[in-house]
């Protein structure tokens, strides 16, 4: 499984690295097999177990990221951090907005996609990592 993040590039960092973390934490939650077992450092101490997949974050237009996401609806995971949890004052009101629209009428302001290398590639290989 191939796993990436695409962000909207025209976000400030702080909110590209937010929206980043909570996706990957959906991620891990989704597909835990992803995360290692813990490690201890030569001293004994244990660290917790991190991904043992590379994933990369990659930056798209804001426009683009709706098709994107689109394009991905046959891949196995398919997560997005949707404008309405951004504007939303707690998870609450989050899903009350998100009720309220179907689905393509949310905005996706970052995406995660996971599945077999080719497809995702097919979908996002042309993007370059976020900077």
Excluded: Q, W
Excluded at 6 to 35: C, E, Q, Y
Excluded at 40 to 60: C, M, R
Excluded at 71 to 89: D, I, N, Q, S
């Amino acid at each position: 499984m191939k796993p990436v993040i695409i962000v909207a590039d025209s976000l400030p960092t702080g909110l590209k690295a937010n929206f980043a973390a909570v996706l990957g934490m959906s991620l891990g939650r989704l597909h835990p097999d992803l995360v290692g077992a813990d490690t201890p450092a030569g001293d004994g101490t244990p660290v917790a177990g991190i991904t043992t997949v590379p994933v990369p974050v990659l930056g798209a237009a804001e426009t683009d990221l709706p098709g994107l996401f689109a394009a991905a609806g046959e891949l196995p995971v398919r997560l997005a951090y949707m404008r309405a949890a951004f504007e939303a004052r707690d998870y609450a009101d989050y899903t009350r907005r998100m009720a309220e629209a179907p689905l393509p009428d949310h905005a996706p302001l970052a995406i995660l996609l996971a599945g077999p290398r080719k497809a995702v590639d097919r979908i996002c290989g042309r993007l370059p990592l976020l900077r």
